[in-house]
């Protein structure tokens, strides 16, 4: 976990390079920006090479490690013998910051939830429950998440932790600058003030806020899960009530210019007449959104229809049944992979990406999914042999969105270590 | 076209930044290399402000410049007065090397082409033949391209110019690294060592070779031109007897894993019968490609259609036709636009770029295209107001993609400024 999150992951998303040092204290937060994300991307290493690979003198180097050692977000760690060096092995140094804390909050259909990563990539807070939250409106949703981000914080700062940002995931598009929610279909929000509307909630103690579309967080957090294999395009699939895509293009997130870019659900891919929330028919989601999977594999009255019970709880049961041979469930799933393959298809010819990850709902169902959808998709695509393209299930199931905004708040970490060094 | 080429282009598409110089001629290098892009993307200006935007000591930025106008590669340009200097103005300094060429050679279905680009961003050799590439074979193909590129090099040498590389531009998969072009339907080309027969047929004083598809070029050349808007996101669409798309994400070239991304000419988004070159039938480049355009629009012994007469000449026959209102090509025009519409608003919700450009036959027929393309496209697309995007003409027509050659042979001058500066 933890040297996935060093593993070159969140590198270029965020945020620009840090600008040309103008003055002593900017320089000195550059450098150890650059020192701390050396460490997090390319792995613990000795000071020595630290001074090497960013052509700093040692001495600098030896007084960067120092702050950072005192701030809590490096320690040391074993001793590298370093390549070719005939002299005494370094000390190596390596990301720490256990106690410092980055939240995703989620907003989806039918559940709000929330994890905490630390600055080490250790899960240390997650919570998920049920909510049908397009019933209940924005401002009922704020509440509940805001309760949620309240009872976490407070629960990492008993134990003297520090939060230093929480991202709010949610369907839809987003205005990251000014965390407005601009339209998310199949929760009914248009227009919400979320980011102001938690603030409000939140009061004084505020964490830093950002707001990220749920399908660009998750293939964050898959993208620093697969940076360590050097997979720099990628392409995440969301599985839940709607259908998007997060784009990893060359180890940086593809946003577009209006933050629009993923946004799938609503193409027409599949002959289908199901009534969609965006008010069309036959959209992509309607043929393989959550709604679908359920409304195939069971009738009204199942209880993994039950939108009360725990979603996992739901899909475990629905995996079950497929394991077991139920004709209906494996009959659902076939329908499923069958209306995946041609979009998945689109997908793999217009952006060739090294994998496709199906996440949500879809990582459930392994091996009565992919052997399927890959062939079909194979068959699909013009480049041979998919282009050297392979589609896999995401291991971080229902979590995916949730922890790609945690990594997006430990980010704020990484662009100007000082913030939380005074503090710590 | 100089303010173009200066315009932030080229910046990130080619070759990633220089890694931390380890010694002293490297960071020589690599400084010399930093000035001359931060020239190139953000304009000239005096040796005070660059050292301001470097961050470089400004007794190096003046050692910098002497160099870097010793080897013709700046020049002094107009006095700028620093923003809120009271003393002197200082001397600006801009980009200059007017006899240092890139050359691209495109070839195509039914023509090779040639373009010369210098420093400045003028054009100084242009060049294109009707041939029929794919009844000649990849070696006649070869020997024509090489004639082409000697007689090109020889006019520029003849004038003391210095040609520091020749991009090759085809349609299809390419493998850059190798030189290879792995497949490319329209021209019958598969698997063809096309840079090491083009070497072969060179001789020893071939300038560096490289080799690119035809759409990602045309999408780098349109980037250039267009950066000046602060465009970051932009999709090129090639209009030849087969259709791709060039993506510019975030300011970057996106190429997809095996370099297949954009390979959207064999997609089926619009019911069709017609046989591909690829051996399928219905791909989406048989309803708006050349072959489509030219079928819908004359019979058979039509001049428009003699694949003897060069391109632009015919293409501008049709235009005239358009514009005199002949119903025959008013009607080919509008099937065309009708079957570009679905591909296009796919790719406006995938990829929610800033700039749809058309470019080759497509970027001939403006007011009788881009209406009624933007009004469908609007109508098939989930965001809202196109999420932003604007569908627009190539200014280029048919030489976007020499052009694009040219400007990645160019980048290695930016890259490495000393290569040519020995030789200047």
């Given at each position: 976990m933890k040297q996935a999150l060093q593993g070159s992951g969140v590198r270029d998303l965020a945020m620009a390079r840090p600008a040309v040092a103008r003055d002593r204290s900017a320089s000195r937060r550059a450098n150890l920006s650059m020192v701390l994300r050396l460490l997090r991307d390319e792995g613990p290493r000795s000071r020595a090479r630290i001074a090497e690979d960013t052509g700093l003198p040692k001495a600098t180097v030896s007084h960067l490690i120092a702050e950072l050692l005192d701030g809590g977000l490096v320690r040391e760690g074993e001793a590298e013998r370093d390549r070719g060096a005939v002299g005494r092995p370094g000390q190596a140094v390596e990301v720490d910051g256990g106690g410092i804390h980055g939240l995703g909050a989620e907003v989806n259909v039918d559940y709000i939830s929330l994890l905490a990563l630390n600055l080490r990539g250790e899960v240390t807070f997650e919570r998920r429950t049920p909510l049908d939250v397009r019933a209940v409106g924005p401002e009922a949703a704020l509440d509940a998440i805001a309760q949620l981000v309240t009872e976490g914080t407070a629960a990492l700062r008993a134990q003297g932790g520090n939060v230093v940002g929480v991202t709010l995931a949610t369907p839809g598009a987003v205005d990251m600058d000014a965390g407005?929610?601009?339209?998310?279909s199949n929760i009914g929000w248009r227009e919400v003030a979320a980011l102001a509307g938690l603030r409000e909630r939140l009061g004084p103690l505020t964490p830093e806020l950002h707001l990220e579309n749920d399908a660009k967080l998750g293939a964050l957090a898959e993208y620093v899960l697969t940076s360590a294999d050097n997979v720099r395009d990628l392409v995440y699939v969301t599985g839940q009530t709607g259908v998007g895509v997060g784009i990893i293009a060359g180890g940086r997130l593809l946003r577009g210019t209006g933050a629009y870019a993923g946004e799938v659900g609503h193409l027409r891919l599949v002959p289908s007449d199901q009534p969609c929330a965006c008010g069309r028919?036959?959209?992509?989601e309607t043929t393989i959104g959550r709604d679908a999977l359920l409304r195939y594999a069971a009738e009204p009255g199942d209880t993994v229809r039950d939108p009360t019970i725990d979603l996992d709880r739901r899909l475990a049961e629905l995996r079950d049944r497929a394991h077991a041979g139920d004709p209906r469930t494996l009959d659902a799933l076939g329908r499923i992979a069958d209306h995946l393959a041609p979009g998945l298809a689109l997908l793999a010819d217009i952006l060739n990406p090294r994998l496709l990850v199906l996440g949500g709902h879809f990582a459930y169902f392994g091996e009565h999914l992919i052997d399927t959808v890959t062939t079909q998709v194979r068959d699909l695509t013009m480049a041979p042999d998919l282009g050297g393209c392979e589609i896999v299930l995401s291991?971080?199931?229902?979590?995916g969105t949730a922890r790609g905004g945690a990594l997006l708040a430990l980010d704020t970490v990484y662009q100007d270590p000082t913030a939380v060094m005074a503090s710590a």
């Open positions: 407005i929610v601009k339209y998310a028919r036959g959209c992509w291991q971080l199931g229902l979590a």
